[in-house]
Nanobody
Framework: QVQLVESGGGLVQAGGSLRLSCAAS????????MAWFRQAPGKEREFVAA??????????YYADSMKGRFTVSRDNAKNTVYLQMNSLKPEDTAVYSC?????????????????WGQGTQVTVSS
């Protein structure tokens, strides 16, 4: 049973930074395509960023509104994926969740992910 546990959320002022972590256990982490999603109150869950890893290296993909501000990375030795968020805006306020699927291919569709964390709250004040 794969478990994902996020941490690092909190309250930050606009323009500030946060680094989210997602620790995985119970599976072969290096095989997983990992992603971050977020859900703001009253809105649908949306894709933030994803990262895959294979023998040929790391691939990343970002939602357009996050490009240049957010960076996703992973440490397979620690079974952890990170989301560095810079230049945060009030509209980034949401519950951020990590997700995993046992595939080398990046996906942006929530239905393609098998494993989910409980989420961590990020609040950006203006």
């Amino acid at each position: 049973q794969v478990q994902l546990v996020e941490s690092g959320g909190g309250l930050v002022q606009a323009g500030g930074s946060l680094r989210l972590s997602c620790a995985a256990s119970g599976g072969t982490f290096s095989r997983y395509n990992m992603a971050w999603f977020r859900q703001a109150p009253g809105k649908e869950r949306e894709f933030v960023a994803a990262i895959s890893w294979s023998g040929s290296g790391v691939s990343t993909y970002y939602a357009d509104s996050m490009k240049g501000r957010f960076t996703v990375s992973r440490d397979n030795a620690k079974n952890t994926v990170y989301l560095q968020m810079n230049s945060l805006k009030p509209e980034d306020t949401a519950v951020y969740s990590c997700a995993g699927r046992e595939s080398p291919d990046i996906a942006v569709d929530t239905t393609l992910y098998n494993y989910w964390g409980q989420g961590t709250q990020v609040t950006v004040s203006s």
